[in-house]
């Protein structure tokens, strides 16, 4: 089981101020549509030539639409780069927007 968090979790976590990396893996035609301030995207095919701007020191939340592609992110990561502070966003950007944020568009 990769791990993840809600939608709620990240809102509260964010709310509390932590620091953490907020990972969008979409498309850049989907990042552009909508995204969570203060995302960085990194586009899940540039991952392999990419993974070093995630820093290994802070918890990263991996989004993409409904979370499937995040999870492969999070997979790869672990595996290839032995990154081990990742969390899914389970629902992705879809269910932030439904759950969290209605400012967010929906697509």
């Not at 990194?42 to 939340?61: F, N, T, Y």
């Not at 639409?65 to 081990?84: I, P």
Request: glycine share 6%; hydrophobic share 40%; aromatic share 4%.
């Amino acid at each position: 089981m990769l791990p993840e968090l809600t939608p709620e979790d990240l809102h509260r976590r964010l709310q509390r101020g932590e620091t953490l990396q907020l990972i969008d893996v979409r498309q850049p035609e989907e990042f552009e549509y909508c995204h969570i301030a203060g995302s960085l995207l990194i586009p899940l095919g540039d991952l392999p030539r990419r993974a070093e701007e995630i820093d290994p020191e802070v918890p990263a939340v991996l989004i993409c639409h409904h979370g499937v592609r995040s999870m492969q992110a999070l997979a790869y990561l672990q595996h290839r780069h032995e990154l081990t502070n990742l969390l899914n966003l389970r629902g992705g950007i879809h269910a932030w927007s439904t759950q969290v944020d209605a400012s967010v568009a929906i697509y």
